[in-house]
């Protein structure tokens, strides 16, 4: 198995610009979470879907930020407009629903704004 | 409140020092702790689950046991290529979320 892709794996961006990191889970994973990473903060949740249908987005900072989940395959994360706090690791992660509920992680997209 | 708390912060071992890493849980209900390493710009990488109390595993040097309340990762005889950060990270029968501790960057010296 391929794993969880992520892409692009580094973005450098300017401020205002919109940003756009893709995931594509593990085939069969039926859950699909979206973190973000920084030395200060940690690893914070900012929104996971179940079946393609977002559960739970009460960590997504501000409306700037945006999720979709189009098919069991593929998931956005959107930042319109990026801030250079924006700055941090996007991590996505998918887990199949049952006795092991294993989380596995892709490599994570690092994202610079200017 | 946080859900999941990691001591130390950091760890530096001597090649061969044997130590613990310790992950606290403050909620009830638990359905799974979770144990990852993380190496620098990688993603977290799957090492163990844990459901209850008295559950061990092992992997090569490290083991990972959980009591009612934490969970302990048992480094033995480590080595340089254990250095990383360990993460911990607990699943509760209500809701999906994973909850995750920010970590114990662990160092060891040759």
């Not at chain 1, 596995?104 to 994202?111: A, C, I, K, M």
């Not at chain 2, 254990?82 to 995750?100: E, I, K, M, P, W």
Request: charged content about 20%; proline content about 6%; some cysteine.
């Amino acid at each position: 198995d391929a794993g969880v892709i992520q892409s692009p794996r580094h973005e450098v961006t300017e401020m205002g610009q919109e940003v756009t990191l893709r995931c594509k889970p593990i085939s069969g994973h039926n859950s699909l979470f979206w973190y973000r990473q920084t030395m200060m903060r940690g690893l914070e949740l900012l929104i996971y879907f179940n079946n393609n249908v977002p559960i739970d987005d009460s960590g997504m900072p501000e409306d700037r930020f945006s999720a979709k989940m189009p098919n069991a395959s593929f998931s956005t994360l959107k930042i319109q407009p990026s801030e250079p706090r924006d700055s941090a690791v996007y991590f996505c992660a998918s887990t199949r629903t049952g006795a092991a509920e294993t989380q596995y992680f892709g490599p994570g997209t690092r994202l610079l704004v200017l | 409140e946080d859900q999941v708390t990691q001591s130390p912060e950091a760890l530096r071992l001597q090649e061969g020092e044997s130590s613990s890493l310790n992950c606290s849980y403050t909620v009830s209900g638990l359905r799974g702790l979770f144990w990852y390493r993380q190496d620098p710009g990688k993603g977290p990488e799957f090492l163990f689950t844990l459901y209850s109390a008295g559950e061990e595993k092992e992997k090569e040097r490290l083991k990972a046991t959980l009591t009612k309340k934490e969970s302990f990762l048992h480094i033995t005889a480590p080595k340089p290529e254990d250095s990383a950060t360990y993460l911990c990270a607990v699943r509760y029968h209500t809701g999906n979320q994973f909850y995750f501790g920010t970590g114990t960057s662990l160092t060891v010296i040759p």
